[in-house]
């Protein structure tokens, strides 16, 4: 059985940082591509990271230099560390498996404050 569950989402003022996780079951997270979309009110879900089994990263341009990927193998965990955080990044963030998405989690609320 496939499991994604996320967790670190919150509330924090604009410019501040949190720390996403994404724990995964074992029999998807040692052969996939990890990735995290994110769904903004009123807007469509876009991509924002993605992380391949040798750990290359991808980012969306607007999140580029702000936010950071990263796997533990051993925990079957991804994370995604976001700083500087910004108004805009205000969403529902989602953690996926395989490239192009398969597995959803369930999704947490990331708010940032003006």
């Known amino acids: 059985q496939v499991q994604l569950v996320e967790s670190g989402g919150g509330l924090v003022q604009a410019g501040g940082s949190l720390r996403l996780a994404c724990a995964a079951s074992r029999s998807i997270f040692n052969f996939n591509t990890m990735g995290w979309y994110r769904q903004a009110p009123g807007k469509q879900r876009e991509w924002v990271a993605r992380i391949s089994t040798g750990g290359s990263t991808n980012y969306v341009d607007s999140v580029k230099g702000r936010f950071t990927i990263s796997r533990d193998n051993a925990k079957t965990t991804v994370y995604l560390q976001m700083n500087s955080l910004k108004p805009e990044d205000t969403a529902v963030y989602y953690c996926?498996?395989?490239?192009?998405?398969?597995?959803w989690g369930q999704g947490t609320q990331v708010t940032v404050s003006s």
């Open positions: 996926t498996a395989v490239w192009p998405p398969r597995y």
